[in-house]
């Protein structure tokens, strides 16, 4: 056994690495919620995990291709917005995302950042409560006429799990179609 001064400590330090590179993902984007957004965050992931492929999420219904990678001016990107049509319905599930948030890379391969799921008015009105999923109200979108929201369940948000745009994702040649949430406008 080796006996040196600051042996032991390098030792425990390397192990508290290694630990920390084994902790799921989804316990360090779902840190700082309860646990109930913790459990419904790792059900979403398990159920979109093979959507990491684009070619599976096709092969589930939604579209290969989307002609916009949504930007916003000052809050970064939601990138391409894959919405798979027969999940837009009256009913919210963490496993069926109604859109699943992709972004292109410069090699042309697609990374599966999150989802939004959505309501459209005509099944949940706008005058109504806001309908609640992973614990948060759904925002609302007069442009698109339903009830949203953004999870970033595959990517680290540095401004939240829910929100509208993440910094850390952007759009090929820095180029998008700008968008402002109706939400923001008020």
Known sequence: MINRPGFS????????????ARRSPSSIITR?????VAAAVTRSRAATQS??????????????????CIVHAHHGAMGYHHLNRAYV????D???????????MPDGTYQLNGME???PYRFYSRDSVPPV????????EDNFKYWYLHVWAWTKNTDGLFADFNPSVTCPDGKGKVYTPSSESH
């Open 9 to 20: 400590a390098m030792c425990a330090a390397m192990l508290l690495l290694s630990a920390c």
């Open 32 to 36: 700082g919620y309860d646990a109930g």
């Open 51 to 68: 959507y990491r492929s684009l070619d599976s999420a096709v092969a589930a219904g939604y579209p290969r291709d989307v002609a916009d």
């Open 89 to 92: 319905d009256a009913k919210l």
């Open 94 to 104: 963490v496993e069926r995302p109604e859109m699943l948030l992709y972004q292109r």
């Open 117 to 119: 799921f959505i309501v």
């Open 133 to 140: 999923l992973f614990g948060q109200k759904l925002k609302q």
